[in-house]
C-alpha cells in the first residue's frame, strides 16, 4: 500500500502490538519512544500517519503534536488513557485529528486507521470549475482552495470537507450526528468533542470576529448551523 506510519508510545509491548498488526496488512511502520525521537523520524521519513500516547517522557505527545502541525497536516491519531477527556480536547486543539481510548483491540485500531487515512484525502466530488459562493467566502471544489474576503486560507481536508458540507446546507440545522456521519465516517456518531473543536477551528479562520460568529452558528443541543 505504501502507506508509511510512525507509532510513538514509551511502552514497548504496546508498540510491538500496534506495529505486528498493521505490518500484516501491508502498513510499512517506524517506531518511537518519545517525541524527541518522533520528530527525528518525521524530519527522514515520508509519512501518511501518526499514531501518538499523550504521556511519554522527554517530549510529550502535546509538544511534538504541536511541532509537526507547524510544518505538516500528516494525520495523527493520539493514544489516551481513560478519562483523559481534557487532554483529548488539548490534543484536537494542537492539530490531533482522532483518538483511541487505551485499552484498545485490533478491529478498533484498524477502523481509526482506515477512517482517518480516508478523511486525509479531499473527498468532496467536484465537478470541473465547481465553486460555492456564500457571503463573502468561496470554495473553489476541484483546487481544493477556500478564499475568505479574498485572502486564500490554510485549510486540512477534514476541516474543508467540514464547510464544504455545511455551505451546501447552508440556512438548515444539521444534526451532530449527521455531520460526524457525513465528514468523519459512518463510524461516527457520539464524538460531539470533535465538532467543537473542528468549529472552533473554522471560526478562527472564516469569521471576523470568531466569539460573534456570522456563518457558523450553534444549535444548542442539536448541532450546528451555516447561515449566509
Known amino acids: 500500500m505504501n502507506i508509511n506510519v510512525l507509532v510513538v508510545d514509551d511502552e514497548k509491548p504496546l508498540r510491538d502490538f500496534v506495529r505486528r498488526n498493521l505490518e500484516v496488512r501491508g502498513y510499512k511502520v517506524s517506531t518511537a519512544s518519545n517525541g524527541l525521537e518522533a520528530l527525528a523520524v518525521f524530519k527522514n521519513e515520508d ?12 517530549m510529550d505527545g502535546l509538544e511534538a503534536t504541536r511541532r509537526i502541525r507547524e510544518n505538516s497536516h500528516v494525520p495523527i491519531i493520539i493514544l489516551t488513557a481513560m478519562g483523559e477527556e481534557a487532554d483529548k480536547v488539548r490534543a484536537f486543539d494542537l492539530g490531533a485529528d482522532d483518538y483511541l481510548t487505551k485499552p484498545f483491540g485490533v478491529g478498533e485500531l484498524l477502523g481509526r486507521v482506515k477512517a482517518v487515512l480516508r478523511r486525509a484525502n479531499w473527498s468532496e466530488p467536484a465537478s470541473p470549475a465547481e465553486r460555492i459562493v456564500r457571503g463573502e467566502i468561496e470554495v473553489d471544489l476541484e483546487r481544493h482552495k477556500v478564499k475568505v474576503r479574498g485572502k486564500a486560507i490554510d485549510i486540512t481536508p477534514t476541516e474543508f470537507n467540514l464547510l464544504v458540507y455545511l455551505m451546501k446546507n447552508a440556512g438548515k440545522a444539521l444534526h451532530h450526528r449527521a ?7 459512518t463510524e461516527y456518531g457520539d464524538e460531539a468533542e470533535y465538532l467543537r473543536v473542528y468549529v472552533g477551528k473554522l471560526r478562527q479562520k472564516i469569521e471576523a470576529d470568531p466569539l460573534k460568529p456570522h456563518y457558523l452558528h450553534t444549535e444548542h443541543g442539536f448541532g450546528y448551523r451555516f447561515e449566509a
Open 47 to 58: 509519512l501518511q500517519l501518526v499514531i501518538m500516547d499523550i504521556m511519554m517522557p522527554h
Open 179 to 185: 455531520i460526524l456521519q457525513h465528514v468523519w465516517g
